[in-house]
């Protein structure tokens, strides 16, 4: 697959999984804008400067800025081929009925709001274009409720609704939406919380990047709404 001169915008791309995604479509060829909430955060892992990548420090929770910075990549680079939104984060341990506000509320800014608000900004210019590419990132585990992973089960199972809800509402504007449901990704942080469990069953951030090209590519064009498992060997 090649994405030259193509502009793709990744969130959280500092996180692993983001310089997974990052990394295989500067590889083939795309531009890439690098989206995360502090300069330095992609600073330190995609050092130096590359005409291949972006960087756009920006507080995905802020709905003005987010609209301002994606407008301006639009305008320098004649609009936004594809939206891989990778920002998101994980919380687990209580009960549903002894889970705090702000544990909720966490849930949904980090998986939910980040998403709407990246959404808002660049749909507009893709049915504009007449054209795009969204991927999302559920969770194999929000296939359905688990005890003690209420708010993060729901706050995926959100983003698994929104992408099913915007694949019907934006697919006669040639624009594919598809979200891919990860079981545990094989990250440093998950092999330190999880030492008893054999990382090898685990699927790698580059076997999900590869996944979330393949919905990005023109190859991908017939498919809408689909969630997708992608669990390595677990």
């Known amino acids: 697959m090649t994405f030259e001169n193509k502009t793709i915008v990744v969130t959280g791309a500092a996180g692993n999984l983001g310089r997974a995604v990052a990394g295989n479509f500067h590889a083939a060829g795309a531009r890439v804008v690098l989206v995360d909430a502090k300069r330095e955060f992609l600073d330190s892992h995609f050092p130096g400067e ?21 407008a301006g990549v639009q305008a ?13 984060g994980f919380h687990m341990g209580e009960p549903v009925h002894d889970t705090p506000t702000n544990n909720w509320d966490l849930m949904y800014d980090l998986n939910v709001r980040t998403l709407l608000h990246s959404v808002q900004a660049i749909v507009p210019h893709m049915m504009e274009r007449g054209s795009g590419k969204i991927v999302t990132i559920g969770a194999n585990a929000a296939l359905k ?17 929104l992408t099913e809800s915007m694949a019907g509402e934006l697919r006669d504007n040639s624009i594919n939406v598809n979200c891919v449901l990860p079981s ?9 919380d999880m030492p008893d469990t054999d990382p090898a069953l685990w699927v790698t951030p580059s076997d999900l990047a590869s996944v979330i090209m393949f919905l990005c ?18």
């Open 145 to 161: 409720g688990v005890p003690g992973m209420g708010s993060y089960c729901a706050a995926k199972s959100t983003v698994m609704r």
């Open 184 to 192: 545990i990704i094989d990250t440093p942080i998950n092999r330190a």
């Open 217 to 234: 590519s023109p190859q991908a064009k017939a498919i809408h709404g689909a969630l997708i498992p992608v669990v390595g060997l677990s």
């Open 76 to 88: 320098e680079y004649g609009g936004i081929d594809g939206l891989c939104a990778i920002a998101g």
């Open 50 to 70: 590359d005409p291949g990548y972006v960087k756009t420090a920006v507080n995905l929770l802020d709905q003005n800025a987010v609209a301002a910075s994606f």
